[in-house]
């Protein structure tokens, strides 16, 4: 398996206040990703990274931001939760072989 | 831009029979990948199988199969003998290989296989 983490697994927050997920690789792979589950919508891609300090917006950013300092962290920010925000966060990683690598996964709730 | 659509929300079938999901893509890109991947109720997201757009041969893998039809923008993924372990969401997705190599995803299709 990848090594490729998340944490926390689960978190539980009220709306308006901050929300910092973390990915960690171990694989020193030059692609990371954010994605969130939701029902009905599959997996979607909200920002991304090809490298240190290079990141770019996926199809769903908007309340999101991402830093990367290093290449095994890739942090994904929520500034100020909302309720819409509630879902399941995956991270992934991807290096030379066209394949991405999925992390187990982050359960968020926002009251 | 990419979009992936899967037709069937969710399928039940008898165990060891085989059982067909159905994906469609639309692109304008010529070189791409596509993806079966599974999720099981742990959530992991595991890949099933993967086939190279440039590549005419279906891949397959032991029980798993695709029909690619490049020009009808299909992939559909066979599940032959099916198993109670194949519960699962099935996602198909694309891949551009232009880029940083990003999957669109599409809605999934939750296989029960019963007893």
């Known amino acids: 398996d990848a090594g490729i983490t998340q944490s926390p697994r689960h978190k539980v927050t009220e709306t308006g206040t901050p929300v910092t997920l973390r990915c960690h690789q171990t694989?020193?792979?030059?692609?990371m990703y954010w994605y969130r589950q939701d029902p009905g919508h599959g997996l979607r891609l909200i920002h991304y990274?090809?490298?240190?300090?290079?990141?770019d917006k996926g199809e769903v950013s908007d309340g999101y931001s991402v830093s990367r300092s290093k290449t095994e962290d890739f942090l994904l920010t929520l500034e100020s939760a909302t309720s819409s925000q509630t879902s399941v966060y995956f991270c992934?990683?991807?290096?030379?072989?066209?394949?991405?690598?999925f992390g187990p996964g982050t359960r968020l709730t926002v009251l | 831009a990419q979009t992936v659509t899967q037709s069937q929300p969710e399928m039940s079938v008898q165990e060891a029979e085989t059982v067909t999901l159905s994906c469609t893509y639309d692109?304008?890109?010529?070189?791409?990948?596509l993806f079966w991947y599974k999720q099981p109720p742990s959530r992991q997201m595991i890949l099933v199988i993967r086939?190279?757009?440039?590549?005419?041969q279906n891949a397959t893998e032991n029980r798993f199969s695709v029909n690619f039809q490049k020009a009808a923008k299909s992939f559909s993924l066979k599940i032959s003998d099916s198993q109670l372990g194949d519960t699962a969401m099935y996602f198909c997705?694309?891949?551009?290989?232009?880029?940083?190599?990003?999957?669109?995803f599409g809605q999934g299709t939750r296989l029960t296989i019963n007893p």
């Open positions: 692109t304008s890109e010529n070189n791409y990948y």
């Open positions: 992934a990683i991807s290096g030379t072989s066209n394949e991405q690598f």
């Open positions: 990274s090809y490298g240190v300090k290079d990141t």
């Open positions: 086939q190279e757009a440039y590549k005419q």
């Open positions: 997705a694309f891949m551009n290989l232009k880029g940083a190599q990003k999957l669109v």
């Open positions: 694989e020193n792979h030059r692609y």
